[in-house]
């Protein structure tokens, strides 16, 4: 009597939702996206910053067309902004955010539970990444439908630009935190990063307006290439050669395919061997 007992309350208690990686990313990214709506900091870098820019943005890219005719202003005023919504809601937002979370130790805790690492950092990057492509989406679609530009030549592409791009972000910025103290210093930790990918990426300054040597040399850049496969993905050309087609672009993506990919692993290499999970006192 007593052990059916207590196999039926073993059995009662252990009955509920199971704790299953998604789920845990769920409940990692809900609890992120409740700090976010409540740092207004984060909130302004977020989603005013990058559409502040794309006024001088455009003043930049017009005065550029004076002297290099053929330019497309408005595919790279798009483009452009896509990867400055990439730079700073998902790198700077993201870098932050592990910076606060270690100092509060908050991530040391997290590492106690049923989490693994890479669920605890995939978790904390899920409201930043969702809110980047949301406001890429909504800068493409209404940009495009404001300028009245053509469709992209290859989404599947243009997707894998998305993805290179914010699976380097989210490296960079843990490699960053490593490096950040508090996250009043984090706008001085990611200030590097993100002149380069302001300046030397293609944003601000397309690699076609640059010296030749110059922009061979940009083109070798951690965020170039990833910026790179978007524009690819949606005009057919990086700049320096123009594809035919769909298949077309393929072939001249390939090498920022390549150099993406190695970035990727160099960034991924560093946030494993850098990355602390709690202050150092």
């Excluded at 009597?1 to 196999?7: E, Q, S, V």
């Excluded at 996206?33 to 207004?40: E, I, K």
């Excluded at 910026?227 to 949606?234: A, H, K, M, V």
């Amino acid at each position: 009597m007593t052990t059916a007992a207590t196999a039926g309350k073993t059995a009662t208690t252990t009955v509920g939702p199971q704790s299953t990686s998604p789920r845990r990313l769920l409940s990692l990214g809900r609890a992120e996206a409740t700090l976010l709506l409540r740092n207004r900091t984060a909130l302004f870098t977020a989603l005013l910053l990058p559409l502040l820019l794309i006024a001088g943005r455009r003043n930049m890219l017009k005065q550029q067309a004076e002297s290099h005719p053929g330019l497309d202003v408005d595919t790279l005023l798009i483009t452009g902004t896509i990867g400055g919504i990439l730079a700073f809601v998902v790198y700077y937002n993201l870098t932050a955010a592990y910076v606060a979370r270690r100092n509060e130790l908050v991530l040391k805790r997290l590492r106690t539970g049923e989490a693994r690492d890479v669920e605890i950092l995939a978790g904390t990057a899920v409201p930043s990444v969702t809110l980047a492509l949301l406001m890429c989406a909504v800068v493409s679609v209404g940009g495009a439908a404001v300028l009245k530009l053509s469709t992209p030549v290859n989404p599947l592409l243009l997707a894998a630009g998305l993805v290179l791009s914010i699976g380097t972000m989210m490296a960079l910025a843990a490699v960053s935190s490593a490096f950040t103290k508090t996250v009043e210093t984090a706008g001085i930790t990611t200030l590097p990063v993100l002149l380069i990918s302001q300046f030397g990426s293609g944003l601000l300054i397309p690699l076609e307006v640059m010296p030749p040597q110059l922009a061979d040399f940009c083109r070798l850049l951690p965020t170039t290439p990833a910026f790179q496969l978007i524009r690819i993905g949606w005009t057919g050309t990086d700049g320096s050669a123009a594809a035919t087609g769909f298949a077309g672009t393929w072939s001249t993506a390939a090498p920022h395919l390549v150099t993406g990919a190695v970035w990727l692993g160099l960034a991924v290499w560093g946030a494993v061997r850098y990355f602390r999970w709690e202050s150092r006192r």
